[in-house]
């Protein structure tokens, strides 16, 4: 895999599409909400348009299953007061993931779970990491990542990815769809890739095949 794209251990970020981002329905005998988590939309990223597939062959949630996919706030991981719940449940709906929250028992989840219940934060975002890409060109040719220009347009399909964490964030849903985040050191994303791209082209021209 070219360093182009994020590596496998890199964590991304993404709000819910505009239309029908952030809880939906709300249960207080329950303490559980149901939310759409992603539907998958083209979203600019530095190194070009990223597309996550919705599908069940294309979207791992073993940890579901196994160790938990928490609700965070703002996708802090820096402590339990950070953890504002966890998913229970998820399911694909007309082309959309979406699960269903529970609130923890917590100050901070009780918080939560009135701000939601009164409707003062709607916006859902997503912590996933990509394991495999689907690499296409304007035309929908499939091309070779170690061939790519860093001016080509080209589309990143996520044909198979998993989902860490969702969050609660404070952006309200009808402008979701045009903020989005990657994280990287020091945030300094477009700067990161250009030198990484830079590099890959330094050993192509100096005929040394670059890793994958």
Do not use: C
């Amino acid at each position: 895999m070219s360093k182009l794209i994020p590596s496998r251990d890199q964590i991304l970020h993404r709000l819910a599409d505009t239309e029908t981002a952030g809880p939906v329905s709300y249960s207080a005998k329950n303490h559980t909400v149901d939310a759409v988590i992603s539907m998958g939309s083209a979203v600019k990223r530095p190194y070009g348009t990223e597309v996550l597939r919705i599908s069940p062959d294309a979207i791992d949630l073993t940890r579901l299953h196994e160790g938990g996919i928490p609700l965070l706030d703002h996708h802090k991981q820096d402590g339990i007061n950070s953890i504002l719940g966890k998913l229970v449940s998820a399911r694909f709906e007309r082309g959309a993931l979406l699960g269903t929250f529970k609130f923890n028992a917590t100050a901070e989840g009780k918080k939560a779970e009135g701000m939601v219940a009164r409707g003062e934060i709607t916006g859902i975002s997503a912590g996933y990491r990509v394991d495999e890409w689907l690499i296409t060109d304007e035309d929908g040719d499939i091309v070779d990542e170690r061939n790519t220009r860093w001016d080509d347009e080209l589309t990143f399909t996520a044909t198979r990815w998993q989902l860490f964490e969702a969050s609660l964030v404070g952006v309200p849903a009808d402008g979701a769809a045009v903020i989005r985040s990657m994280r990287s050191p020091g945030g300094k994303v477009v700067e990161a890739v250009k030198r990484r791209m830079r590099m890959r082209q330094n050993m192509v021209r100096a005929g040394v095949k670059p890793g994958a």
